[in-house]
């Protein structure tokens, strides 16, 4: 094989692994830096739309019930409820103990 072949060879890779990098920063900072509960996209010509509804309704809760309140949701919001809301919760993500998490699913 010739000197010239293997520095095509070494290029094209270097080149791909640099497209590979640059890429997974786009998509590190499109992607995974807003919170769950917070929805950002894009349209067709680039214009940023911003969905903050558990947000608000998390502020609602906190601003609409008594501190002392506890709340009943599936168990999936259960930590973003009682962080947002600083409201006790029924169940949350903590899953310890299965049968609370069935029994609270089956009943409400």
């Not at 998509?27 to 608000?56: C, H, K, L, M, Q």
């Amino acid at each position: 094989m010739s000197l010239g072949l293997v520095i095509i060879f070494i290029s094209i890779c270097i080149y791909l692994l640099t497209l590979f990098v640059l890429h997974c920063n786009y998509v590190g900072a499109n992607n995974y830096t807003s919170p769950d509960f917070i929805n950002v996209d894009t349209d067709d010509n680039g214009n940023r739309y911003i969905t903050d509804d558990y947000r608000e309704a998390y502020y609602w809760l906190r601003m609409n019930s008594k501190p002392d309140a506890k709340i009943i949701a599936w168990w999936d919001y259960g930590y973003q409820i009682s962080g947002m809301s600083n409201r006790a919760v029924i169940v949350d993500n903590n899953t310890w103990n299965n049968t609370h998490i069935a029994t609270v699913g089956a009943v409400y």
